[in-house]
C-alpha cells in the first residue's frame, strides 16, 4: 500500500479548511442577522420589571439602574459589534 502523495494531502486540508471558513462565515452572518432582528434582551437585575426592591426597606423599590427602568438591555454581541 502506497502512502498519498503530498500534493493531494494538502489538497485535502485546503478544501477542509475552506469548508470551515465557509461555515465560520455563514454562522457570523446569521448571529448578525439575529443581533439585528433582535437586540435586547430582558435585564437580569431586575428580571425585566424595571424596578429593583431596596435592600434595606422591603416595601419600597426604585427604577433598576441599569437598565434604566425599561426592563431591557441591549445583548453583548450589539455592544461589541456596534450595531443599530
Same mark, same amino acid.
Given at each position: 500500500?502506497? %502512502? *498519498? %502523495?503530498i500534493l493531494?494531502?494538502? +489538497?485535502?486540508i485546503a =478544501?477542509?479548511?475552506?469548508? @470551515?471558513?465557509?461555515? +465560520?462565515?455563514?454562522?457570523? +452572518?446569521?448571529? !448578525? =442577522?439575529? @443581533?439585528?432582528?433582535?437586540?435586547? &434582551?430582558?435585564?437580569? *437585575?431586575? /428580571?425585566? &420589571?424595571? /424596578?429593583? #426592591?431596596? !435592600?434595606? $426597606? +422591603?416595601?419600597? $423599590?426604585?427604577?433598576? *439602574?441599569?437598565?434604566?427602568? &425599561?426592563?431591557? #438591555? ?6 461589541? @459589534?456596534?450595531? !443599530?
Amino acid at each position: 500500500m502506497t %502512502s *498519498p %502523495s503530498i500534493l493531494t494531502t494538502l +489538497a485535502t486540508i485546503a =478544501v477542509c479548511l475552506t469548508a @470551515l471558513a465557509m461555515l +465560520a462565515l455563514i454562522l457570523l +452572518a446569521s448571529y !448578525r =442577522v439575529s @443581533l439585528k432582528r433582535h437586540p435586547y &434582551t430582558q435585564c437580569r *437585575p431586575c /428580571q425585566g &420589571t424595571g /424596578q429593583r #426592591r431596596s !435592600r434595606l $426597606f +422591603a416595601h419600597s $423599590f426604585g427604577y433598576c *439602574p441599569d437598565c434604566t427602568g &425599561t426592563g431591557r #438591555r441591549t445583548r453583548l454581541g450589539v455592544r461589541l @459589534l456596534n450595531i !443599530r
